[in-house]
């Protein structure tokens, strides 16, 4: 109810009076240059500034060629099934030629290594190519577990028990 009061003893015309102290006032004087003239510094556009980029030759891969097939002998295996991120390979060949104390190439030089002999690059990933520690553990857990299975295999063939033999000596 007192709402209702409220609504109906509510008078706009009376509220919204203009009165002395509300007066808008006349807006100050522009400022002869904008506030962010005097806070900017001049700049080139970026085109005009980044012209070294023109000037640098493109990579010749035969200053890599050496280095380069050093490391693949040393850290990779070919294999066809294999396939290599071409990330982890740089980044792994860059490691190598710094460790070395040799300067490795740009990724593109890199993969252009790799097409000159022969390799198949989809999708960042080199096809029948390995990292020789990967590739070794997979084969030493491939043989381990050969080697389980054959074993389980001469256990049963030596005169252990089937899984029925076994049961009925469980019902005896």
């Known amino acids: 109810m007192l709402a209702t009061r409220r609504w109906r003893d509510w008078n706009s015309a009376q509220r919204l009076e203009k009165s002395a102290d509300q007066e808008l006032t006349k807006p100050t004087k522009r400022p002869r240059e904008p506030l962010s003239s ?3 510094v001049h700049t080139q556009p ?3 500034t980044n012209t070294l980029s023109g000037t640098v030759p493109p990579h010749d891969p035969a200053a890599w060629r050496e280095p380069f097939t050093r490391w693949l ?3 990779c295996v070919r294999s066809p099934r294999w396939f290599t991120s071409v990330a982890h390979l740089h ?3 860059c490691e190598w030629e710094e460790m070395k104390g040799g300067v490795p190439c740009t990724r593109d030089t890199f993969e252009r290594l790799f097409r000159e002999l022969g390799f198949l690059l989809p999708n960042g990933l080199v096809s029948g190519l390995a990292f020789r520690e990967d590739f070794e553990a997979h084969e ?6 050969s080697t389980k299975t054959a074993s389980s295999r001469l256990a049963d063939s ?3 028990m089937t899984p ?3 049961a ?3 019902h005896r």
């Open 38 to 40: 005097v806070l900017s």
């Open 73 to 75: 002998d040393f850290a």
């Open 46 to 48: 970026i085109s005009r």
């Open 91 to 93: 980044t792994a060949y």
């Open 140 to 145: 030493r857990f491939q043989n381990l577990a």
């Open 164 to 166: 029925k033999q076994n």
């Open 168 to 170: 009925a000596r469980r």
């Open 158 to 160: 030596k005169g252990a």
